[in-house]
C-alpha cells in the first residue's frame, strides 16, 4: 500500500498571507488540524490548528476586544508555520510515512508528485488503515498468541486455522515478549473460540487471548 493510495485530496492550503483568524476560521470550516502553505505553486510551509492557538492572545489578556481583533489582523500564516516541511512522496510506502510520522512526532504530511502538493497523509488516515488491518469493523474471533521467532513457525499456524475451516479476516505480528518470539493478533471467522483453542495449543508458545469481537 502506499501513501497516494490513502492520502487525503483534494488538498486545502492557504497562503503565506492569510491572517491567522482566516486560517483557523477555514481548518474549522473543513474539520482539519493541518494545512500546507503554498505560495505562486510551491509548498513554503505547514501550519497546524496548534500553531494557529498558541498565537493567539491569551484569555487572561487584559487587551480590549478591538485591541486583540487589531493584532490577530497583523499576524499572518507565514509569521507562525513550520518552514522545514517534511514530506512524502505519492510513491512512498505507508508503512514508512508512519514511521517518519512517529520519529518526528507530527500528525501529518504533505504528499508530493514532482515538487507538486497532490495531497496529505496524516494520522487519521493511518488510524483508518490500522481499523481495516485489524479487521475492526468485522465480525469474528480475535485470536492473540505468542509465537517462537523460528522459520516455519506462522506458516504451521496459519495452516492449522485452514485445516479446521477458518477463514482470515484480519492478520498483524508485532514485537514479542522478548527477541526469541513475536506476538501474533489475527480474527477469523468459520470456526469456534473452542476450535481455535485446541488447534493452536501445541503450536504456540503462550494463547493470550480469544474473544468473539
Given at each position: 500500500m502506499?501513501?497516494g ?24 470550516q473543513?474539520r ?22 498558541n498565537?493567539s ?143 493452536l495449543?501445541p ?11
Amino acid at each position: 500500500m502506499l501513501v497516494g493510495e490513502r492520502m487525503s485530496f483534494p488538498i486545502i492550503t492557504t497562503s503565506p498571507e492569510t491572517p491567522i483568524n482566516e486560517a483557523l476560521n477555514l481548518m474549522r470550516q473543513e474539520r482539519i488540524r493541518r494545512t500546507p502553505v503554498i505560495d505562486k505553486g510551491k509548498l513554503v510551509g505547514i501550519i497546524s490548528d496548534h500553531d494557529l492557538l498558541n498565537a493567539s492572545p491569551s484569555p487572561a489578556t487584559s487587551l480590549s476586544i478591538w485591541e486583540m481583533n487589531y493584532l490577530l489582523s497583523k499576524i499572518t500564516v507565514k509569521d507562525v508555520m513550520t518552514k522545514n516541511v517534511i514530506t512524502v512522496l505519492d510513491t512512498t510506502p505507508i508503512e514508512e510515512a508512519a514511521r517518519i510520522m512517529a520519529d518526528n512526532k507530527i500528525g501529518g504530511l504533505p504528499v508530493m508528485r514532482s515538487d507538486k502538493v497532490v495531497g496529505i497523509i496524516t494520522e487519521t488516515d493511518l488510524f483508518k488503515i490500522f481499523i481495516e488491518l485489524m479487521g475492526a469493523r468485522e465480525a469474528g474471533i480475535r485470536v492473540t498468541v505468542l509465537v517462537s521467532e523460528k522459520h516455519g513457525k506462522l506458516a504451521e499456524l496459519t495452516k492449522a486455522v485452514s485445516e479446521i475451516g477458518g477463514d482470515f479476516v484480519a492478520f498483524g505480528q508485532f514485537s514479542g515478549e522478548d527477541p526469541s518470539n513475536r506476538e501474533v493478533t489475527f480474527k477469523v471467522t468459520g470456526i469456534t473460540e473452542e476450535q481455535v483453542n485446541e488447534a493452536l495449543k501445541p503450536l504456540v508458545e503462550k494463547i493470550k487471548d480469544i474473544r468473539n469481537s
